[in-house]
């Protein structure tokens, strides 16, 4: 009787998991969700789920703030990495986002802040860097994907290094 019962409490976690598990990688319906949650993963530090939205090809050309430029996935991979280790938080506010869309094309405009909290000995230091940014998506066997971006400052200011003294240079990845 006892090895019935949770045999049916597994089942039913397995049927109660599964639909959760579809949902969260389902691909996105629309450009602007697949923006939406580009941004939450970043925030999130999801490197797998960022990697999911974006276009892996090798010759793809992207830049960041403080002349960042990466080329391909696999720089824009190494520099998330560097970043996600060097906060201990994120947070990524959307202000303004406008999408367009052509057949299997899209491109965005948007504001948002990209706020920042390292560690500086015992406390977490916040930095709040105003963006805009700009990028092109395409569906690719029915999922939107991110090809390229560009960002920069919303108002002038200095910026200053993104990275902890300690680590090498990172970039910000939308």
């Known amino acids: 009787m006892i090895c019935r ?24 319906a629309d450009p602007e969700s697949a923006i939406r949650r580009m941004v939450r993963a970043n925030a999130e530090k999801d490197l ?3 990697s999911r939205l974006m276009a892996h090809d090798a010759d793809i050309i992207s830049y960041a703030v403080a002349g960042r430029k990466y080329i391909g996935w696999t720089e824009l991979e190494k520099g998330m990495r560097e ?7 994120l947070e990524i506010p959307i202000h303004e986002l ?18 920042r ?21 395409e569906r690719r066997n029915g999922s939107w994907q991110l090809l390229s971006w ?25």
Do not use: C
């Open 117 to 137: 909290y390292v560690a500086v000995g015992s406390e977490l230091k916040r930095t709040v860097l105003p963006m805009r940014e700009t990028g092109v998506l």
């Open 5 to 28: 019962r949770r045999f049916a409490w597994y089942v039913l976690a397995l049927f109660i998991s599964v639909p959760t598990a579809a949902i969260a990688f389902e691909p996105s």
């Open 83 to 89: 970043e996600f280790v060097n906060s201990q938080k």
């Open 150 to 174: 560009h960002e920069s400052f919303r108002s002038a200011q200095s910026g200053g290094s993104l990275a902890s003294p300690s680590a090498a240079p990172s970039g910000r990845a939308p």
């Open 98 to 115: 406008t999408v367009w869309t052509k057949g299997d094309v899209a491109w965005y405009a948007m504001e948002l802040d990209y706020i």
């Open 48 to 50: 797998p789920t960022l």
